[in-house]
Structure formats: C-alpha cells, structure tokens
C-alpha cells in the first residue's frame, strides 16, 4: 500500500466523538458543591476556560483567576485539592454518562464501523483522562468498544496538554504510519494546532463551544459527520499533499 494512501483515521474525544463539554460543565459544578466551594461556571466562563486544555489545568486557572495570590509551599496542599475536586468531577461525569446525558455526535458510530470494516486502522489521541473515554464509549459503543481501536492515547500517557502535538505523534509511532497515511478530527483550535503540528490533514466539527474558535489550516470543516462517507475521505485526504503545502504558510502549522 502506497505511504501516502489513505490509512487510519485518528480521533479527538470531548467535542469531537461526542457532545461532552455541558456534561462535564454540569460535573465541575457538582463538585464545587461537594467540596463547599461557591465556584460556579455558567456557560459563557467555561467556553472561555476551555482555551486551556485539560480538567485539572482548567481548575487550577480558575483558581488562579479568583485567587491572585494563591500560594502553596510546596505545591501538595493546592495538587491535593485540584486532584481531590477532579475525583469529584469525574465521578459526576461518568454518573451522567451512565444516565444517558451524553451521546455521540450524529455520524460518528456509523463512520467508526464503516472504517473498521473497511480495514481501516482507527486511533483515539486525546488529553481527556481514560475513565471519561471508558465510560463514554462503553456506554454509546459498549462493553467491546476497545475492538475498533487499534491505538487509544490520552491523559495517562500522554501528560502534555495540546496544543502540544505530543499525543499526536505517539498515536502515529503506535500506529507505525506517518502522519500523511491518516486524518484526524477535532473539534478546537487547540486540538486542530496539535493536530497540525504533527503534519496531520485535519477535519474539523466544531460544536457550540467550539464554534468561534480559529480553524486556519484544516482540511475541511463541517457542521457533523453525519453525511460523510469513506468514499468523501478517500477523496479529500487525496488533496492533503496540495493541503500541506498551503497549510506550510499557516503559522498554526
């Protein structure tokens, strides 16, 4: 098969296989609750919070923001409480998958299974922690669902946060493909910027929290993937060598 041909596609997670991030806005606020804090993010505060990647870096901005003067010799007391109040959070969110409160967007299981049959290879790289992946995919795949992934990059082994494209080029070494053989999806600019980074053709789905983001470079973007099929990636990684030499000029790139 030529290195160029058409073989994996990669996927980014919150945002991108599904509609995740008013799901886990609810679980952060429940966990402010439990923990007695009066934190609250209302929509507007968390799409601005999700400029920065990752739960735990996102509370400790926040904490950052309404505490000027947070200090902590040492650091244990301040990672002790984020990491206390990310337990919270995420046993929150996993309830509210578990009760139906998140699905995956429209056109993604069926793109999913027709790629695995096709004998195309398919990748999770997210920065999104591997208890949210579990419980999301186990929930709208099922208990199976680790069958149609060949390669699953996240939180645990992959700790720097995107923009970096340090789980993009994981996932490709794993894969044993360059980036040229695959397309990723994403949903962010920050996630579209890692992407990039590691030479990747990138299809963009943004959703509500994601819509006013910047998506200079990326290969194309669309509203879902509903309506797309194997025979529309086949044909628009083909025009991704054309794409890398516009991108080469995007500074995001």
Same mark, same amino acid.
């Given at each position: 098969?030529?290195?160029?041909?058409?073989?994996?596609? !990669? @996927?980014?997670?919150?945002?991108?296989? *599904?509609?995740?991030?008013?799901?886990?806005?609810?679980? @952060?606020?429940?966990?402010?609750?439990?923990?007695?804090?009066?934190?609250?993010?209302?929509?507007?505060?968390?799409?601005?919070?999700?400029?920065?990647? +990752?739960?735990?870096?996102?509370?400790?901005?926040?904490?950052?923001?309404?505490?000027?003067?947070?200090?902590? !010799?040492? +650091?244990? +007391? $301040?990672?002790?409480?984020?990491?206390?109040?990310?337990?919270? =959070?995420? %046993?929150?969110?996993?309830?509210?998958?578990?009760?139906?409160? $998140?699905?995956?967007?429209? +056109?993604?299981?069926?793109?999913?299974?027709?790629?695995?049959?096709?004998?195309?290879?398919?990748? !999770? %790289?997210?920065?999104?922690?591997?208890?949210?992946?579990? &419980?999301?995919?186990?929930?709208?795949?099922?208990?199976?669902?680790?069958?149609? @992934?060949?390669?699953?990059?996240?939180?645990?082994?992959?700790?720097? =946060? =995107?923009?970096?494209?340090?789980?993009?080029?994981?996932?490709? *070494?794993?894969?044993?493909?360059? %980036?040229?053989?695959?397309?990723?999806?994403?949903?962010?600019?920050?996630?579209?910027? &890692?992407?990039?980074?590691?030479?990747?053709?990138?299809?963009?789905?943004?959703?509500? @929290?994601?819509?006013?983001?910047?998506?200079?470079?990326?290969?194309?973007?669309?509203?879902?993937?509903?309506?797309?099929?194997? *025979?529309?990636?086949? %044909?628009?990684?083909?025009?991704?060598?054309?794409?890398?030499? &516009?991108?080469?000029?995007?500074?995001?790139?």
């Amino acid at each position: 098969m030529p290195a160029s041909e058409l073989q994996a596609l !990669i @996927f980014d997670v919150d945002g991108t296989l *599904a509609d995740t991030e008013s799901a886990h806005r609810a679980a @952060f606020n429940q966990a402010f609750s439990a923990m007695g804090l009066d934190w609250f993010w209302d929509e507007a505060l968390y799409t601005r919070l999700l400029d920065i990647s +990752g739960g735990k870096e996102r509370l400790l901005h926040h904490w950052r923001q309404v505490q000027p003067d947070l200090q902590d !010799i040492g +650091g244990a +007391g $301040v990672r002790d409480t984020i990491a206390r109040l990310h337990e919270f =959070k995420t %046993a929150a969110y996993e309830r509210a998958v578990q009760d139906g409160a $998140v699905q995956l967007r429209p +056109g993604v299981l069926r793109l999913i299974e027709s790629a695995s049959q096709a004998k195309l290879r398919l990748a !999770i %790289a997210t920065t999104t922690s591997p208890v949210n992946i579990a &419980a999301l995919l186990r929930k709208a795949i099922g208990p199976d669902w680790k069958q149609y @992934f060949m390669v699953v990059e996240d939180a645990s082994t992959a700790p720097i =946060k =995107k923009p970096h494209p340090q789980v993009y080029l994981q996932t490709l *070494a794993r894969l044993h493909l360059p %980036a040229a053989s695959c397309l990723a999806f994403e949903d962010s600019s920050n996630g579209l910027r &890692a992407a990039l980074a590691a030479g990747l053709a990138t299809l963009v789905t943004p959703n509500g @929290f994601t819509a006013h983001h910047d998506f200079t470079g990326a290969l194309r973007i669309l509203p879902t993937l509903q309506s797309v099929t194997l *025979a529309h990636l086949h %044909a628009w990684h083909a025009e991704a060598p054309a794409w890398r030499l &516009a991108s080469s000029l995007f500074p995001s790139a």
